[in-house]
């Protein structure tokens, strides 16, 4: 058994809401492969445990398994947006975000994330940030998302591994990828460590 294989089994077992979404994701939908790996969900859920946000901002929604993740650390006066183009995932997404606790925290926001992004309120300081939408355009998120971000804020970035073929892959995601990691270990604004799970999570705090 590798270190991976250990790391998953080791931990708590998927809440049953989130097994429960992962089925419907898969049978519902063209796309389970889009959703947050059941790890990743998990570390992204004890990070807001950690952190006890009270803003917090997830880029790509799907069926909404990240954002439940998200919702387990919110603080008690927390808002948890999340923004995803396709309405047609909405219906799901209610089905099961009605079922968690924290649903009235949860504001889904329907449209472009740039868009969002740019009419983001100043007051509305982010506190974390799960960015997990369109790769190709990761490093306009990360220009519009970081002057929103409180100081101290943390994002995480989900894919950053591409699957282990970051190195040679071709196509406009994994050179949006491979510009984004290098951007986040050299930029000193910020403080950056990879998390090798699921597909690669990507943590980054601004400064
Ligand atoms: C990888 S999935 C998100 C997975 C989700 N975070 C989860 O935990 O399962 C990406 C989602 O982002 C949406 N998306 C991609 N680009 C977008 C954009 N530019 N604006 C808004 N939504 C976008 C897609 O429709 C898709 O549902």
Not at 96 to 112: M, P
Not at 170 to 179: F, H, I, N, S, W
Not at 194 to 200: Q, R, T, Y
């Amino acid at each position: 058994m590798d270190l991976h294989d250990f790391a998953k089994q080791q931990g708590s077992a998927e809440p049953t809401l989130l097994t429960a979404l992962r089925r419907a994701s898969w049978q519902r939908t063209r796309h389970g492969r889009l959703m947050t790996d059941v790890h990743t969900g998990q570390v992204i859920s004890m990070v807001t445990r950690m952190v006890r946000p009270k803003t917090v901002l997830e880029l790509g929604t799907f069926t909404g398994y990240g954002t439940l993740c998200l919702a387990e650390g919110l603080a008690e006066d927390g808002t948890l947006h999340t923004v995803e183009r396709n309405d047609e995932l909405f219906a799901l997404q209610d089905e099961f975000w009605k079922q968690h606790k924290r649903y009235n925290a949860i504001v889904r926001h329907h449209g472009q994330v740039a868009d969002v992004l740019a009419a983001w309120p100043l007051e509305h300081a982010i506190d974390l940030a799960y960015i997990d939408a369109d790769k190709q355009g990761v490093n306009e998120q990360l220009d519009a998302l970081l002057p929103l971000m409180v100081p101290g804020g943390w994002m995480l970035f989900d894919n950053t591994w591409w699957d282990g073929t970051l190195e040679h892959a071709k196509g406009p995601k994994p050179d949006a990828l491979r510009a984004l990691n290098t951007r986040l270990a050299q930029d000193d604004r910020l403080h950056t460590v990879v998390l090798p799970i699921g597909d690669g999570l990507t943590v980054a705090r601004k400064i």
